[in-house]
């Protein structure tokens, strides 16, 4: 994909959101960009009758010379598909690991983030809208375990999904799988991907990117 010249990108964002594995990306692609921390301005533009941004008001939203595109993953892939290819952190169209990224990055957000919604259904605190329920819960938790075991296996022999070298797709899988611990789907007892998560989450440009969040 061409890239075009003296592009004007925007990222709308929220901290701790699904909008964090896009300010990642563009901090590993060291794409110039204008951050705006606004959640409520987005959710604005969903409801008055001026501009929309996302649809529904929600965040990741990036505005690419003055045209919105949301939900993170269309996002990442753009971002690999302009950025990435010359960088050698995404492969081009024609490359034979173009499709294991793409089947990975989809993997992640659809199947990966199915099971995280059904356990995320199951255990949150009960209110007049959910009701725990620690069946579902477990089954839930069995299906993000035999998901993790074909990460593992994917792992095992190279330090990262596409080989030897980071990759976006590692970027997008390790940011699903990394939010997935914090609601409650450990990668204990999958070595290669404990190992694996650790790399990703060292990376220097995520680093920076949470020290300034700490700070803030």
């Known amino acids: 994909m061409q890239r075009e010249n003296a592009m004007s990108i925007v990222v709308y964002e929220a901290p701790s959101s699904s909008a964090s594995p896009v300010t990642w990306a563009l901090a590993e692609l060291n794409v110039p960009h204008h951050r705006v921390r606004a959640l409520p301005e987005i959710a604005g533009h969903a409801s008055s009758t001026g501009p929309r941004l996302a649809p529904d ?13 949301f939900d993170a993953l269309s996002i990442l892939t753009w971002l690999g598909d302009s950025y990435g290819v010359a960088q050698r952190l995404w492969p081009a169209a024609n490359a034979p690991h173009r499709r294991e990224a793409l089947t990975w990055s989809t993997w992640a957000y659809v199947m990966y983030g199915a099971a995280l919604h059904r356990l995320t259904q199951a255990t949150r605190d009960p209110d007049e809208h959910a009701v725990r329920d620690p069946a579902a819960a477990e089954r839930a938790r069995g299906e993000l375990d035999r998901l993790l075991k074909v990460l593992d296996a994917r792992l095992t022999g190279a330090p990262y999904l596409l080989g030897q070298e980071f990759s976006l797709a590692d970027l997008i899988v390790s940011s699903v799988v990394r939010y997935g611990e914090y609601l409650g789907a450990t ?8 190992a694996w998560l650790e790399r990703c989450q060292t990376r220097p440009k995520l ?9 803030a």
């Open 207 to 215: 680093r920076e990117l949470l020290d300034l969040e700490n700070a």
């Open 187 to 194: 990668v204990e007892g999958h070595a290669n991907v404990r």
């Open 57 to 69: 008001g929600s965040v990741p939203t990036l505005v690419v010379n003055g045209t919105p595109m």
